[in-house]
């Protein structure tokens, strides 16, 4: 620490500062002496002596910085751009949330385009400026003649494409191959950071409808985002999109490749009102529409309701058990015995759903057990008692209520009971340890 410096002068951590005062930000006093404790200029206000950062801070973009950005994603509303380079500010790198920005097809240029694919491509390099930061990055490329697409390579070839006027609607062309497209161009496109431009714009035709040529290759049915990135490139515009991959709307069809839902009309257990849910409901189980569900969420649902609910709920899962009958267990029966024989004995005490007999796989024979289901829970839950005496060959056999998993009753029927809890329990240990 034998160097000094006065103010006005570059100062590292460590060196001595040859001023006296008022200590400030980014210095300490060592031994008598004031020591920098941070790279920057030496500042005196007024006797309070500090230390003035050198170094901007982390960068944040606002609302009207213009950007230059990559598209990185086809979406079918919206367009995903990986900006690059802030223009007018110091080239450094940005934070993680001001990585990626998304311009809404709307906001592409002046002119109706049922997708962003229409009108911008993979890798294209667009100049962009910023309309929204929060919550998410929002960008425009129609305001201002200046924004929009940059550079453009061929879908088909890769090589650059040039601006052209010669077909109506289609802008832009590739000197190799018979391609021509239509993209949102900035009035410098290919010239990049010129500040004057070159009135490239003009060739949007903004505010004019399309023509019949250009209209018949619109995005209608949907725009790309299923093509991966070597395959938009490979197959250029022209191609017959799959029927997978055509949006159905509200009328059905696939949309991007994922089938549509099956939606189960059903009522809500809370407030009784008509709802849909994306799947078969469960009797007994709560199901709530939207509003039911940000109320219980918010805390705004009182232990009356709740009470009320669960009366539903056990009235629906008795209604249930009703109509999904009562199963039976059968064990200990002769090995000669066969299903004709069980549903003739067994439909003399009420209407049977099923009956199955266990059976070997492989040589087909009887394992000495089976199941039988009445159709009616309650006309099954009455006959128990009278069927637990039952004969059959001579030989007395086992008849209880069915566990819901691996049968019940029966040397056989606890093996299975204990071999599912065993698995229940672990696959439940499982899916609470995720």
Same mark, same amino acid.
């Given at each position: 620490?034998?160097?000094?410096?006065?103010?006005?002068?570059?100062?590292?951590?460590?060196?001595?500062?040859?001023?006296?005062?008022?200590?400030?930000?980014?210095?300490?006093?060592?031994?008598?002496?004031?020591?920098?404790?941070?790279?920057?200029?030496?500042?005196?206000?007024?006797?309070?002596?500090?230390?003035?950062?050198?170094?901007?801070?982390?960068?944040?973009?606002n609302v009207g910085d213009v950007v230059i950005g990559e598209v990185s994603k086809l979406?079918?509303?919206?367009?995903?751009?990986?900006?690059?380079?802030?223009?007018?500010?110091?080239?450094?790198?940005?934070?993680?949330?001001?990585?990626?920005?998304?311009?809404?097809?709307?906001?592409?240029?002046?002119?109706?385009?049922?997708?962003?694919?229409?009108?911008?491509?993979?890798?294209?390099?667009?100049?962009?400026?910023?309309?929204?930061?929060?919550?998410?990055?929002?960008?425009?490329?129609?305001?201002k003649p200046r924004y929009g697409v940059l550079h453009s390579a061929c879908p088909a070839?890769?090589?650059?494409?040039?601006?052209?006027?010669?077909?109506?609607?289609?802008?832009?062309?590739?000197?190799?191959?018979?391609?021509?497209?239509?993209?949102?161009?900035?009035?410098?496109?290919?010239?990049?950071?010129?500040?004057?431009?070159?009135?490239?714009?003009?060739?949007?035709?903004?505010?004019?409808?399309?023509?019949?040529?250009?209209?018949?290759?619109?995005?209608?049915?949907?725009?790309?985002?299923?093509?991966?990135? @070597? &395959?938009?490139?490979?197959?250029?515009?022209?191609?017959?999109?799959? /029927?997978? *991959?055509? +949006? !159905?709307?509200?009328?059905?069809?696939?949309?991007?490749?994922?089938?549509?839902?099956?939606?189960?009309?059903?009522?809500?257990?809370?407030?009784?009102?008509?709802?849909?849910?994306?799947?078969?409901?469960?009797?007994?189980?709560?199901?709530?529409?939207?509003?039911?569900?940000?109320?219980?969420?918010?805390?705004?649902?009182?232990?009356?309701?709740?009470?009320?609910?669960?009366?539903?709920? @056990? &009235?629906?899962?008795?209604?249930?058990?009703?109509?999904?009958?009562? /199963?039976? *267990?059968? +064990? !200990?029966?002769?090995?000669?015995?066969?299903?004709?024989?069980?549903?003739?004995?067994?439909?003399?005490?009420?209407?049977?759903?099923?009956?199955?007999?266990?059976?070997?796989?492989?040589?087909?024979?009887?394992?000495?057990?089976?199941?039988?289901?009445?159709?009616?829970?309650?006309?099954?839950?009455?006959?128990?008692?009278?069927?637990?005496?039952?004969?059959?060959?001579?030989?007395?056999?086992?008849?209880?209520?069915?566990?819901?998993?691996?049968?019940?009753?029966?040397?056989?029927?606890?093996?299975?009971?204990?071999?599912?809890?065993?698995?229940?329990?672990?696959?439940?240990?499982?899916?609470?340890?995720?």
């Amino acid at each position: 620490m034998s160097s000094s410096v006065t103010e006005g002068e570059f100062v590292t951590p460590g060196e001595n500062i040859a001023l006296t005062g008022e200590l400030g930000s980014g210095v300490a006093e060592v031994e008598g002496k004031i020591i920098a404790t941070r790279i920057g200029i030496v500042t005196n206000n007024d006797g309070n002596i500090s230390v003035e950062p050198s170094t901007d801070g982390p960068r944040e973009l606002n609302v009207g910085d213009v950007v230059i950005g990559e598209v990185s994603k086809l979406q079918n509303k919206t367009v995903e751009v990986k900006i690059l380079h802030v223009e007018g500010k110091p080239i450094r790198d940005l934070p993680a949330d001001s990585l990626f920005g998304d311009v809404f097809v709307a906001e592409i240029v002046d002119r109706f385009l049922p997708s962003p694919g229409d009108a911008l491509r993979l890798r294209d390099l667009i100049r962009a400026e910023v309309i929204q930061v929060n919550p998410v990055m929002r960008l425009s490329t129609k305001s201002k003649p200046r924004y929009g697409v940059l550079h453009s390579a061929c879908p088909a070839c890769g090589i650059i494409l040039e601006t052209s006027d010669s077909v109506i609607d289609f802008n832009v062309s590739c000197t190799r191959c018979d391609y021509i497209g239509y993209r949102a161009l900035a009035d410098d496109y290919g010239h990049g950071f010129i500040e004057e431009g070159h009135g490239l714009d003009s060739l949007n035709r903004g505010g004019e409808r399309w023509s019949s040529e250009a209209e018949a290759r619109l995005s209608h049915d949907g725009s790309r985002p299923y093509l991966s990135v @070597l &395959a938009d490139y490979r197959r250029g515009e022209v191609h017959v999109t799959p /029927k997978k *991959f055509l +949006g !159905g709307g509200r009328s059905g069809g696939d949309r991007g490749g994922r089938p549509r839902r099956e939606m189960f009309k059903t009522n809500c257990t809370l407030c009784q009102d008509d709802c849909e849910v994306p799947f078969k409901p469960t009797p007994g189980k709560p199901i709530r529409c939207r509003p039911c569900m940000e109320k219980v969420e918010n805390g705004d649902v009182d232990k009356d309701s709740f009470a009320k609910e669960r009366t539903v709920l @056990l &009235a629906a899962k008795e209604a249930a058990k009703e109509q999904m009958g009562f /199963k039976l *267990f059968i +064990g !200990g029966l002769p090995y000669e015995s066969n299903e004709e024989e069980l549903t003739a004995i067994f439909a003399e005490h009420g209407e049977l759903k099923e009956v199955h007999l266990a059976t070997d796989r492989e040589t087909g024979k009887s394992k000495g057990f089976a199941f039988v289901t009445f159709a009616s829970y309650s006309v099954g839950k009455d006959a128990l008692p009278n069927l637990k005496s039952l004969k059959i060959g001579g030989r007395k056999i086992t008849v209880q209520e069915a566990k819901e998993r691996g049968g019940g009753g029966g040397r056989d029927g606890n093996r299975n009971n204990n071999r599912g809890g065993r698995r229940n329990n672990h696959q439940g240990g499982r899916r609470e340890r995720r």
